[in-house]
């Protein structure tokens, strides 16, 4: 997630719902946690979510509500000492037990030092003796590295992509909001073609994560060999407008729909090509006709 901006903030509704949603994405965050990242949490007003804020209210407003935001610490420890007493030594054993495990998976770094100290303090245990008697200060166990990724053109052949293809794929990764104006329709007449998987899978992912964001949709594919590919693409500059880009993506996929339609009609004129003269049916024959006199 880190790997493109390193400061996130997540944004969700204010309710329980938005709030466990918030605690999930930073558990997602805490391997990616390294020093110099940050993860700050925007909790909005019941009801409201990013687009609907921004369109109430402008840009400028939304943005302001940044300052609101809650830091990876402080969010991390409010939610956790939400469940226990921490007047009390049990209460602080108890979150003690809870965050340990959790703080482990941060990356080794000042950051993690520093989550320590605040554990230490909440707890009223030394950090040397908190950090020997639960072993915080021990490495987690990393993923296994991923495979070096394949070159942009490469990765565009492997996945059989058309320039246009692969247009469609930067303009959505730029703004993944427009997928809600693509209709069941048109994925219906992009799906079933293997050029035009990814495309369509990333159409699904953002329609059914609904406020789902460039970061987010990136992350899905952090550990295939798409990864950089995909990346690539997101971050190459649009100089669009927010409707330029709507209208841009609206006529992108016409185009790969019709491009699509040419190629199975010239696949099926090279057939009957193909065939014996005395083996076309009438209504082949009339079909090569009609395109040889083109």
Aim: proline content about 5%; hydrophobic content about 40%.
């Amino acid at each position: 997630m880190f790997s493109i901006v390193k400061t996130i903030v997540f944004c969700f509704d204010g309710d329980a719902a938005g709030r466990n949603a918030a605690w999930k994405a930073l558990l997602a965050a805490i391997p990616a946690m390294e020093d110099g990242c940050m993860a700050k949490f925007l909790f909005l007003p019941d009801g409201e979510d990013p687009d609907t804020y921004v369109r109430q209210f402008g840009p400028k407003a939304f943005e302001a509500e940044f300052e609101k935001a809650v830091g990876f610490t402080e969010f991390f420890f409010l939610h956790l000492e939400s469940t226990v007493d921490t007047n009390t030594t049990e209460g602080k054993a108890a979150l003690s037990k809870m965050a340990v495990p959790l703080i482990r998976g941060l990356p080794g770094g000042v950051f993690k030092q520093l989550v320590i100290k605040q554990l230490s303090n909440r707890t009223g245990l030394d950090s040397d003796k908190l950090i020997r008697t639960t072993g915080l200060d021990s490495e987690p166990e990393r993923a296994p590295p991923r495979a070096r990724y394949n070159s942009r053109a490469t990765t565009q052949r492997q996945l059989k992509l058309s320039r246009l293809a692969e247009y469609a794929l930067q303009l959505l990764l730029r703004r993944p909001v427009m997928t809600s104006l693509v209709t069941e329709s048109t994925i219906s007449r992009l799906d079933g073609r293997p050029e035009w998987q990814i495309l369509v899978e990333l159409i699904r992912r953002a329609q059914e994560a609904k406020d789902t964001s460039t970061i987010l949709l990136l992350s899905h594919y952090q550990d295939t060999p798409y990864f950089d590919y995909l990346k690539q693409l997101a971050e190459q500059d649009l100089v669009l407008s927010a409707d330029q880009f709507d209208n841009e993506f609206r006529i992108t996929l016409e185009k790969i729909l019709l491009e699509g339609e040419i190629e199975q009609k010239q696949r099926v004129v090279d057939d009957l090509i193909d065939k014996p003269l005395s083996k076309l049916t009438p209504a082949e024959r009339l079909m090569l006709q009609n395109h040889l006199k083109r």
